[in-house]
C-alpha cells in the first residue's frame, strides 16, 4: 500500500472481528510507531499492550464508571456523550481484542507530542496490513490513574497520552467529510 493511500484510506475503526492480533504483528506495528520523529530525539514512549475481550470488557465497565464519576457536566465537552457512557451495553473499546495505550516518560520535551507521532505512524502501519484501530480519549484519564498504572505494571511516573484500540475490522466504516482547514501563508 502507498503511504498516500494510508493516509487517505485509513479509518476509526468501531467494530471488530474475533480473531486476535498476533503478538509479532504488534511487535511490527510498534516498531514503525517508533520511527517518529521526536524533539531531541528523546524517544519518550512507552507502550503497554493489553489483550483479552474479557479484559477490555472489564476495563470498559471501570472506565465508564470513572469518567461519569469525575466529568464536569458544564464544562466538559464529552458531556454529549453522557447518554452512551451510561449504557451497560456500551463497550468504550468496542469489542476490540486489543489495547495499546502510548505512555511518555516524564521530564522529556514535547513528550505528548512525540507520542501521538508515534501513535499516528501505528494507525498507519495497522491499515497497511489490513488491520483497524481507534483512538479512546475517554480511557486516557483512567488509564493515567495510580491503581491503574499499578495493575498494568507502568510506572506511576509515566503519563497515558494516547489509547488506541487494535484488531481486524467486522467493516469498514466510509470517509467523514473533512472541513476545509484554516490556512495562514506568511511573506
Given at each position: 500500500m502507498e503511504l498516500i493511500d494510508a493516509i487517505y484510506g485509513r479509518r476509526a475503526v468501531r467494530d471488530y472481528t474475533d480473531q486476535?492480533?498476533?503478538?509479532s504483528?504488534?511487535?511490527?506495528?510498534i516498531d514503525a510507531a517508533v520511527q517518529a520523529p521526536t524533539a531531541l530525539d528523546e524517544?519518550?514512549?512507552?507502550?503497554?499492550?493489553?489483550?483479552?475481550?474479557?479484559?477490555?470488557?472489564d476495563y470498559s465497565d471501570r472506565a465508564k464508571t470513572h469518567f461519569l464519576a469525575t466529568f464536569n457536566p458544564g464544562s466538559d465537552p464529552h458531556s454529549m456523550r453522557r447518554d452512551l457512557l451510561m449504557n451497560p451495553g456500551f463497550n468504550l473499546f468496542y469489542n476490540a481484542g486489543t489495547l495499546l495505550v502510548v505512555y511518555a516518560r516524564?521530564?522529556?520535551?514535547f513528550a505528548p507530542v512525540d507520542c501521538c507521532l508515534a501513535a499516528q505512524n501505528?494507525?498507519?502501519a495497522a491499515h497497511a496490513r489490513g488491520l483497524g484501530t481507534?483512538?479512546?480519549g475517554f480511557a486516557q484519564?483512567?488509564?493515567d490513574l495510580p491503581e491503574i498504572k499499578t495493575e498494568l505494571r507502568v510506572s506511576q511516573d509515566y503519563s497515558a497520552v494516547i489509547p488506541l484500540i487494535?484488531?481486524?475490522?467486522?467493516?469498514?466504516?466510509?470517509?467523514?467529510?473533512?472541513?476545509?482547514p484554516e490556512v495562514i501563508f506568511s511573506a
Open positions: 486476535a492480533v498476533d503478538r504483528v504488534i511487535d511490527a506495528l524517544q519518550p514512549w512507552v507502550f503497554a499492550v493489553i489483550q483479552g475481550k474479557g479484559l477490555l470488557q516524564p521530564n522529556r520535551h501505528l494507525m498507519l481507534c483512538p479512546v484519564s483512567w488509564l487494535l484488531g481486524y475490522p467486522a467493516r469498514m466504516p466510509g470517509a467523514v467529510p473533512r472541513k476545509m
